[in-house]
């Protein structure tokens, strides 16, 4: 059996991330990490420090850089958990 999770519960973690680090209990994978949650620079490093302790994973500027939807979030840790 894989220890690998499944893209719901990836989502489910990741929302579970948003909530915590964010000012809405009920986020949308559509939802703009500034435009929508209203982010600021300070609650997104929070956030990508969950999302690397939650999954155990690395991400780099560049990459955080990249990742504006909580979709994008999603997708994100998806690819990185088959790899």
Do not use: W
């Not at 809405?24 to 990508?48: A, N, R, W």
């Not at 500027?61 to 979709?71: F, H, K, N, S, Y």
């Amino acid at each position: 059996m894989s220890n690998v999770p499944t893209k719901e519960t990836i989502e489910q973690r990741v929302l579970e991330c948003v909530v915590h680090n964010s000012y809405t209990s009920t986020p949308k994978t559509s939802d703009h990490l500034v435009d929508d949650l209203g982010l600021d620079s300070d609650d997104q490093i929070e956030l990508f420090l969950d999302i690397k302790d939650e999954f155990d994973l690395k991400i780099s500027d560049a990459q955080i850089e990249q990742l504006r939807t909580v979709q994008q979030i999603i997708d994100f840790v998806t690819a990185q958990s088959v790899t």
